[in-house]
């Protein structure tokens, strides 16, 4: 099998393109789509993680905004994509 020296040339940048997207690219993508639906998934009642450490309970929840009860009688707003985890 004869290859012309353009593609045999090519063909190293095609391959490192492959290893970069199934080893970098793919699994971020995953990571976002799964943050995402945990997002969507949240709801009243759930204990959540800010990304600062913070632990509390959701009590309130809009579109883009979530309060979390975090000690007694001391609520914070903070935006949705504060939230880094949820606690089941």
Do not use: C, W
């Not at 095609?14 to 995402?36: G, N």
């Amino acid at each position: 099998m004869n290859l012309s020296p353009q593609l045999t040339g090519l063909l190293p940048l095609v391959a490192l393109f492959a290893v970069m997207y199934f080893l970098m690219i793919r699994p971020q993508q995953k990571q976002q789509k799964e943050r995402r639906a945990m997002l969507e998934a949240l709801k009243k009642g759930d204990r959540a993680i800010t990304i600062g450490g913070i632990h509390g309970t959701v009590v309130d929840l809009d579109e883009s905004v979530v309060t979390l009860r975090i000690a007694e009688k001391v609520e914070i707003k903070l935006n949705r994509s504060a939230i880094g985890a949820v606690i089941r």
